[in-house]
């Protein structure tokens, strides 16, 4: 009889044992490429919106308030769509030089980071301040007392950087075993 239990036990809880590694693993494989598939998605809307605002692409910015057409990327938002208690600000930087060359710096840089991979946490930082400066912009949210996509793309943003999402079919291990980026962790 005892021969019969350890016989079962032996058969029976090791290969369990290995299931259950084997189902961690997966499970653990799955949960890097869907955080990687979420990291290439919000760097194509940074990249995308960035596209957009320099060349008119018709989507949301036409060809003759391009950017490179001399149109400004943060005049048309800023000055007519800025609303709640900080509407005095955002329209007071409407057009402003510098506030289009860091909007413009700001979308293309965290975009290429997100997609390559690279650089995600300061993209996240970068990326979730954006994001936060954006829902500013228009309180209170059209669909909710205070929740809004950019609230949640900004979270998003942050968890991405601390699950290491750019080592996953980008560019981040390579990033990372860079000397520069090996002296200020920061960067990775």
Do not use: C
């Not at 413009?104 to 690279?118: N, P, Q, T």
């Not at 930082?125 to 912009?137: D, E, I, N, Q, R």
């Not at 942050?158 to 920061?186: E, K, N, S, Y």
Request: aromatic share 12%; proline share 4%.
């Amino acid at each position: 009889m005892t021969a019969t239990i350890e016989r079962i036990t032996a058969d029976t809880i090791a290969p369990a044992a290995e299931t259950t590694r084997d189902a961690g693993t997966t499970r653990q494989k799955a949960t890097r490429y869907v955080f990687a598939g979420l990291r290439v998605a919000l760097g194509w809307t940074f990249l995308w919106a960035f596209l957009d605002k320099m060349f008119g692409l018709g989507h949301e910015t036409a060809a003759k308030a391009a950017w490179i057409n001399g149109g400004s990327p943060t005049k048309g938002f800023l000055t007519f769509g800025a609303a709640g208690p900080f509407k005095g600000f955002y329209n007071e930087i409407a057009g402003a030089a510098w506030a289009d060359w860091l909007f413009m710096l700001g979308l293309l840089g965290i975009g290429v980071a997100l997609i390559l991979g690279i650089g995600t946490r300061v993209a996240a930082v970068a990326g979730g301040l954006l994001l936060v400066m954006m829902w500013t912009a228009a309180l209170p949210p059209e669909n909710n007392p205070f929740m809004d996509d950019h609230l949640i793309y900004a979270g998003l943003l942050a968890g991405l950087a601390l699950v290491d999402a750019g080592d996953t079919l980008g560019l981040g291990r390579a990033w990372a075993r860079l000397p520069l980026v090996q002296r200020l962790p920061w960067l990775k």
